[in-house]
């Protein structure tokens, strides 16, 4: 009898009943730590996920390496569909330019990406350009001059902002600190020049008038900063390096777990309250899945594989 | 005048009451326990409040960080355990003092430094935060190097009485600080192809081995069956007269000030505040050789010290919209995520939130007389009646939860098992601890402050020197390594 119950138990766990998922909690891994930009995302999107799914959902933190240790202690995880990764783009297409890792962007099973929003370079108001063509022009002229924080060596938005400046040959000073909060703190101080860095944390600032922001990294103009010139106007659209985040499996997820978890994210990132959300933020929603997503990783990481080479950055 | 009434009609609406009280009494528990802290707690809490009226979230915030600093004063002055980083330098006295028979007055002393050291705190952060938050702003790399050396040359005045072995202590924290991923070239350093390390030695994952495990198995050795009995906590020598408060008045105004100072400055944190706190009580006193041997002075001044770092550290994530630590990062999360833009204009914008927030810090502040002085220093003082052969295995569990669930993996929990045999071995060949955790903190800082510094100044390092700000604290801490020379040098002529 004992022999036969655990027969049925082994079967029943060998046979994934995929049609109930979600049966029981799910755990979401986020390689960055608790109360950042990723955090908050990922965290909002989980309590409408909830409701959607009908299952709870537990978050871990891990952060670390610019978000290596948090997606390699991830990579051990099996495919069950019970174990998520929530990440922005850097720890998958930037930081394996620069580190030796365990994994590349084609170590997962992609699912959706959720938000998405540009890098912007600010300056102080007395800063001798108002556009974003006068800034490069600026910079061009005056080589190893200005000094820019970054969110971190080898980082995205290094990365981003190296792409501009490579192109139009700027020379400009890179100074990394340990996140765009530091770097906006020595930015205000006077420290450094140019604030290189998400959105949020300086928008405000230019809101009273201490920052003038003249450049963000998309390919078009974002609404909340009017005086920063998209990449497209300065001819240089095809450097578009952009933060996003998105929701990834472990490798050989079952595809039938996969399109439950699209759907149910595709809803939910479009839901009105996040939306609004994204909208304090400077993000807004832009759902791509399945083989889209697995191209887009792998077009940005090559584009960047570039540019750290270029650098001397690459691993 | 309307909205002070506002701001006290909704912070004192029965959801936020119930949180403040609520999270003030988990707060004092999640400090006593070891391994547990409120950034953890804070993290695993304040998603789950998302769909509730913020000041709710808020004052679960506020009760759980001011409580628990609190809270960590209590396994620290009855087990030499401390229950959080920050109450290290409490058990330098409290433990003294416990051994004495005088568990329940370091108690009190503990709870009402803790409140006092909050209250100073909050009435900061109402006042003159804006201010202040301005003035934080003028600390560039070059500063945050000179206040990384002034924190390190303070270890000349902990090192105890065996000099060389207290700076080999520093030495080695400041080696363990140079472990992970080397923020400004992006190299690797002693990580040894291992992922886990390229973030680093985790601090608290160190800190809880280093000083709870050597505790822990001098409890054993004990191996004390039978605990103390009810007659012997002397409950009643708890009261805190008038005349004590009096004492203690200059130190806590002493530590509330350096509470304060650290906490606005990013980077340090509580641990480092109530070092500094005992630091200046001990070198202000007239008698600095009975501290660490039960003086009540070392146990006010720690706590008041970590206490006043909380309030102070939310200035400049409310006003600036910068967050100063991990907690402040989770609290702007959270107003994030209902709806509020943090900045400058953050108050000017949710005046009623972001008043109320910092009530509901001063609030909880004093809620730890309630919770803590009437309440916790009788239960936990029941700690002493239990068996050491009880005491130590359900130690030994609650630190390895609580190390575990800090980043959900085992491997830290041999690197906490590590520490503590390394903490145990380097106690019996009487070398101090402290300087370990200094080096450990505050080599960083120096290192990639110092290098950022340079990058800034094209490797000019005049301009650590000649920057108004960067030339007087390189003055104070030149001070601070003449003082005892200057001091001892005068005993000697007279």
Same mark, same amino acid.
């Given at each position: 009898?004992?022999?036969?119950?655990?027969?049925?138990?082994?079967?029943?766990?060998?046979?994934?009943?995929?049609?109930?998922?979600?049966?029981?909690?799910?755990?979401?891994?986020?390689?960055?730590?608790?109360?950042?930009?990723?955090?908050?995302?990922?965290?909002?999107?989980?309590?409408?996920?909830?409701?959607?799914?009908?299952?709870?959902?537990?978050?871990?933190?891990?952060?670390?390496?610019?978000?290596?240790?948090?997606?390699?202690?991830?990579?051990?995880?099996?495919?069950?569909?019970?174990?998520?990764?929530?990440?922005?783009?850097?720890?998958?297409?930037? %930081?394996?330019?620069?580190?030796?890792?365990?994994?590349?962007?084609?170590?997962?099973?992609?699912?959706?990406?959720?938000?998405?929003?540009?890098?912007?370079?600010? @300056?102080?108001?007395?800063?001798?350009?108002?556009?974003?063509?006068?800034?490069?022009?600026?910079?061009?002229?005056?080589?190893?001059?200005?000094?820019?924080?970054?969110?971190?060596?080898?980082?995205?938005?290094?990365?981003?902002?190296?792409?501009?400046?490579?192109?139009?040959?700027?020379?400009?000073?890179?100074?990394?600190?340990?996140? !765009?909060?530091?770097?906006?703190?020595?930015?205000?101080?006077?420290?450094?020049?140019?604030?290189?860095?998400?959105?949020?944390?300086?928008?405000?600032?230019?809101?009273?008038?201490?920052?003038?922001?003249?450049?963000?990294?998309?390919?078009?103009?974002?609404?909340?900063?009017?005086? #920063? #010139?998209?990449?497209?106007?300065?001819?240089?659209?095809?450097?578009?390096?952009?933060?996003?985040?998105?929701?990834?499996?472990?490798?050989?997820?079952?595809?039938?777990? @996969?399109?439950?978890?699209?759907?149910?994210?595709?809803?939910?990132?479009?839901?009105?309250?996040?939306?609004?959300?994204?909208?304090?933020?400077?993000?807004?929603?832009?759902?791509?899945?399945?083989?889209?997503?697995?191209?887009?990783?792998?077009?940005?990481?090559? #584009?960047?594989?570039?540019? !750290?080479?270029?650098?001397?950055?690459?691993? | 005048?309307?909205?002070?009434?506002?701001?006290?009609?909704?912070?004192?609406?029965?959801?936020? %009451?119930?949180?403040?009280?609520?999270?003030?009494?988990?707060?004092?528990?999640?400090?006593?326990?070891?391994?547990?802290?409120? @950034?953890?707690?804070?993290?695993?809490?304040?998603?789950?409040?998302?769909?509730?009226?913020?000041?709710?979230?808020?004052?679960?915030?506020?009760?759980?960080?001011?409580?628990?600093?609190?809270?960590?004063?209590?396994?620290?002055?009855?087990?030499?355990?401390?229950?959080?980083? !920050?109450?290290?330098?409490?058990?330098?006295?409290?433990?003294?003092?416990?051994?004495?028979?005088?568990?329940?007055?370091?108690?009190? =002393?503990?709870?009402?430094?803790?409140?006092?050291?909050?209250?100073?705190?909050?009435i900061a952060l109402m006042t003159i935060g804006p201010i202040l938050a301005r003035a934080t702003l003028l600390f560039g790399p070059a500063e945050y190097f000179w206040i990384a050396m002034f924190g390190m040359a303070s270890i000349g005045v902990m090192v105890g009485s065996d000099a060389v072995k207290g700076l080999m202590a520093a030495a080695l924290g400041l080696l363990l600080g140079t472990v992970g991923l080397d923020q400004l070239s992006g190299t690797p350093r002693f990580t040894f192809g291992e992922i886990w390390l390229l973030s680093g030695l985790d601090l608290i994952v160190i800190l809880?081995?280093?000083?709870?495990?050597?505790?822990?198995?001098?409890?054993?050795?004990?191996?004390?069956?039978?605990?103390?009995?009810?007659?012997?906590?002397?409950?009643?020598?708890?009261?805190?007269?008038?005349?004590? =408060?009096?004492?203690?008045?200059?130190?806590?105004?002493?530590?509330?000030?350096?509470?304060?100072?650290?906490?606005?400055?990013?980077? #340090?944190?509580?641990?480092?505040?109530?070092?500094?706190?005992?630091?200046?009580?001990?070198?202000?006193?007239?008698?600095?050789?009975?501290?660490?041997?039960?003086?009540?002075?070392?146990? !006010?001044?720690?706590?008041?010290?970590?206490?006043?770092?909380?309030?102070?550290?939310?200035?400049?994530?409310?006003?600036?919209?910068?967050?100063?630590? %991990?907690?402040?990062?989770?609290?702007?999360?959270?107003?994030?995520?209902?709806?509020?833009?943090?900045?400058?204009?953050?108050?000017?914008?949710?005046?009623?939130?972001?008043?109320?927030?910092?009530?509901?810090?001063?609030?909880?502040?004093?809620?730890?007389?309630?919770?803590?002085?009437?309440?916790?220093?009788?239960?936990?003082?029941?700690?002493?009646?239990?068996?050491?052969?009880?005491?130590?295995?359900?130690?030994?569990?609650?630190?390895?939860?609580?190390?575990?669930?800090?980043?959900?993996? %085992?491997?830290?929990l041999w690197v906490m098992f590590a520490a503590g045999i390394a903490g145990y071995v380097l106690e019996k060949v009487n070398v101090p601890l402290a300087p370990i955790v200094l080096g450990l903190i505050l080599g960083p800082m120096a290192e990639q402050s110092v290098r950022r510094a340079l990058l800034i100044s094209r490797g000019d390092p005049t301009e650590l020197l000649t920057r108004p700000l960067s030339a007087a604290l390189a003055l104070a801490t030149l001070a601070l390594i003449l003082w005892p020379i200057v001091r001892a040098w005068r005993a000697q002529k007279a």
């Amino acid at each position: 009898m004992k022999h036969l119950a655990l027969t049925i138990a082994a079967v029943a766990l060998a046979t994934p009943a995929f049609a109930d998922y979600p049966e029981r909690a799910i755990e979401v891994t986020i390689p960055a730590p608790a109360g950042g930009g990723t955090d908050t995302s990922a965290r909002k999107l989980a309590t409408l996920l909830e409701e959607e799914l009908g299952a709870s959902i537990a978050i871990l933190n891990v952060a670390g390496g610019g978000g290596s240790v948090g997606v390699t202690q991830f990579m051990m995880q099996k495919p069950t569909g019970y174990s998520l990764l929530a990440t922005w783009n850097s720890p998958i297409t930037t %930081v394996p330019q620069v580190q030796q890792t365990a994994y590349q962007p084609d170590s997962f099973t992609p699912i959706a990406s959720t938000s998405e929003t540009a890098y912007t370079l600010c @300056v102080k108001p007395d800063f001798p350009a108002d556009t974003g063509e006068e800034f490069l022009a600026e910079l061009a002229a005056n080589p190893a001059k200005y000094t820019y924080g970054n969110d971190g060596i080898g980082g995205t938005m290094q990365l981003a902002a190296e792409r501009i400046f490579q192109s139009r040959e700027i020379d400009a000073i890179a100074i990394p600190f340990g996140g !765009a909060g530091e770097t906006l703190q020595n930015f205000l101080g006077g420290h450094i020049d140019i604030y290189g860095g998400s959105i949020s944390p300086v928008l405000p600032y230019t809101e009273n008038g201490e920052a003038k922001c003249l450049i963000v990294t998309s390919a078009a103009p974002v609404d909340a900063l009017p005086q #920063a #010139a998209g990449l497209e106007s300065l001819g240089l659209g095809a450097e578009e390096t952009l933060l996003w985040r998105m929701v990834l499996g472990p490798a050989g997820l079952d595809p039938a777990i @996969v399109d439950t978890l699209a759907a149910a994210l595709e809803k939910t990132v479009n839901d009105p309250a996040y939306v609004e959300f994204l909208a304090t933020k400077g993000e807004t929603p832009n759902v791509v899945t399945g083989d889209a997503l697995a191209d887009r990783l792998q077009g940005e990481y090559d #584009a960047l594989s570039k540019v !750290a080479k270029a650098l001397g950055l690459n691993q | 005048m309307d909205l002070i009434f506002d701001i006290l009609g909704s912070v004192l609406a029965v959801g936020p %009451v119930t949180a403040m009280i609520g999270a003030s009494i988990l707060g004092v528990f999640i400090g006593a326990l070891p391994g547990l802290n409120p @950034v953890m707690a804070i993290a695993l809490l304040l998603p789950l409040t998302y769909s509730m009226q913020p000041l709710v979230a808020l004052g679960m915030v506020a009760g759980i960080y001011n409580g628990s600093m609190y809270g960590g004063a209590i396994p620290a002055i009855l087990l030499r355990i401390p229950g959080t980083p !920050a109450a290290i330098a409490t058990t330098y006295d409290g433990f003294p003092m416990a051994q004495r028979g005088e568990a329940a007055r370091a108690l009190k =002393i503990a709870c009402w430094s803790s409140a006092i050291g909050g209250v100073a705190s909050a009435i900061a952060l109402m006042t003159i935060g804006p201010i202040l938050a301005r003035a934080t702003l003028l600390f560039g790399p070059a500063e945050y190097f000179w206040i990384a050396m002034f924190g390190m040359a303070s270890i000349g005045v902990m090192v105890g009485s065996d000099a060389v072995k207290g700076l080999m202590a520093a030495a080695l924290g400041l080696l363990l600080g140079t472990v992970g991923l080397d923020q400004l070239s992006g190299t690797p350093r002693f990580t040894f192809g291992e992922i886990w390390l390229l973030s680093g030695l985790d601090l608290i994952v160190i800190l809880v081995g280093l000083y709870a495990l050597p505790p822990v198995i001098a409890l054993a050795e004990a191996a004390d069956i039978k605990g103390l009995s009810a007659s012997d906590l002397k409950l009643e020598a708890a009261k805190l007269p008038w005349s004590d =408060i009096r004492a203690f008045m200059p130190t806590w105004l002493r530590s509330a000030l350096i509470g304060i100072s650290v906490g606005i400055l990013p980077g #340090a944190g509580g641990n480092i505040a109530a070092f500094l706190s005992y630091n200046a009580a001990k070198s202000a006193s007239s008698d600095p050789d009975s501290f660490g041997k039960g003086n009540p002075q070392g146990v !006010a001044a720690a706590e008041c010290g970590n206490n006043a770092d909380n309030a102070a550290s939310m200035i400049p994530a409310l006003t600036l919209g910068i967050p100063g630590n %991990v907690i402040a990062a989770l609290v702007l999360g959270a107003l994030l995520i209902h709806g509020l833009q943090p900045g400058p204009q953050l108050f000017h914008q949710n005046p009623g939130l972001v008043g109320g927030f910092m009530v509901q810090m001063l609030l909880t502040s004093l809620l730890i007389l309630a919770v803590g002085g009437a309440a916790a220093t009788r239960v936990f003082a029941q700690v002493q009646r239990l068996p050491g052969v009880m005491l130590v295995p359900m130690i030994l569990v609650l630190m390895a939860v609580g190390v575990y669930v800090i980043n959900g993996r %085992v491997i830290d929990l041999w690197v906490m098992f590590a520490a503590g045999i390394a903490g145990y071995v380097l106690e019996k060949v009487n070398v101090p601890l402290a300087p370990i955790v200094l080096g450990l903190i505050l080599g960083p800082m120096a290192e990639q402050s110092v290098r950022r510094a340079l990058l800034i100044s094209r490797g000019d390092p005049t301009e650590l020197l000649t920057r108004p700000l960067s030339a007087a604290l390189a003055l104070a801490t030149l001070a601070l390594i003449l003082w005892p020379i200057v001091r001892a040098w005068r005993a000697q002529k007279a």
